[in-house]
């Protein structure tokens, strides 16, 4: 089975960027719909975004849209999630994800569709 392994979350100002790194090991990426998710403090844990295996059909979530690009890179069997233009609400631990019924033309952010999950990374946007 897929194991999956984040990285790249740190403490950034507002208005400033992070890219976070989930790396595939035991399965390729391009085999699975992979879906960012994060947990705020004292919250419930909330899809971000996702990329179906194959064609790599995206979605994001309203609150990230036009600020977070997810992409995938086959030959390094990961996928990045940049984000741009943090505020303190986007701060929590961002966790991977992985969907081996994914769907080509079209993905969702709904946490039971996901069978193999990651660690977590912690993103904190403070000044």
């Known amino acids: 089975q897929v194991q999956l392994a984040e990285s790249g979350g740190g403490l950034v100002q507002p208005g400033g960027s992070l890219t976070l790194s989930c790396a595939a090991s035991?399965?390729?990426?391009?085999?699975?719909?992979i879906g960012w998710f994060r947990q705020a403090p004292g919250k419930e844990r909330e899809g971000v975004s996702c990329i179906t295996n194959g064609v790599g059909t995206i979605y994001y979530v309203d609150s990230v849209k036009g600020r977070f690009t997810i992409s995938r890179d086959k030959a390094k069997n990961v996928v990045n999630l940049k984000m741009e233009d943090l505020n303190p609400e986007d701060s929590g631990i961002y966790y991977c994800?992985?969907?081996?019924?994914?769907?080509?033309?079209?993905?969702?952010?709904?946490?039971?569709?996901?069978?193999?999950w990651g660690q977590g990374t912690p993103v904190t946007v403070s000044s």
């Open positions: 035991g399965g390729r990426v391009g085999d699975y719909g």
């Open positions: 994800a992985a969907d081996k019924y994914s769907f080509e033309g079209m993905c969702s952010v709904r946490q039971p569709s996901y069978d193999y």
